[in-house]
């Protein structure tokens, strides 16, 4: 039996996003939102994201940018801390293996197991790609 992993997606990684072909023969569980609190920025010039917004990411299908989640409640006043909405994946050895790849690991982001509460209401861990503390200044 192949290994899996639960994969937590906010980016261009969803449903209807650029890179959800990475995706196409994994299978969707259901959406979650973060139990952490976090914030997510675009990666070229670090403006907040609110991921909870119904039109959240309309320019990543216009540009390059992507955004990027951080684990931090210190990163100034001007951002505030929220939960995140993602979309749950089952996936496959390769294809994490393949997004690890997309996604810099473990160059660029790094990979944490979190608590995700999905839709449904159930508590469920899955990984997730951060940006690491470490790697943002502003």
């Not at 997606?9 to 209807?16: A, I």
């Not at 299908?61 to 990027?68: G, L, T």
């Not at 939960?83 to 393949?98: G, S």
């Amino acid at each position: 039996m192949p290994k899996t992993y639960v994969l937590a997606v906010y980016g261009t990684l969803k449903k209807g996003f650029r890179n959800h072909y990475f995706l196409e023969d994994s299978e969707f569980i259901e959406k979650g939102t973060t139990k952490e609190e976090c914030i997510v920025l675009r990666h070229d010039n670090y403006r907040e994201i609110n991921c909870n917004s119904n039109n959240q990411y309309e320019w990543i299908s216009k540009d390059s940018s992507f955004p990027v989640l951080i684990f931090k409640d210190n990163t100034g006043e001007a951002h505030q801390p929220r939960k995140c909405v993602v979309e749950l994946y089952k996936v496959r050895e390769n294809v994490k293996k393949a997004i690890d790849i997309l996604e810099g690991y473990p160059d660029m982001y790094d990979i944490k197991e979190t608590e995700i509460i999905t839709e449904s209401g159930v508590s469920t861990n899955a990984l997730i790609y951060h940006f690491p503390e470490s790697k943002f200044e502003i």
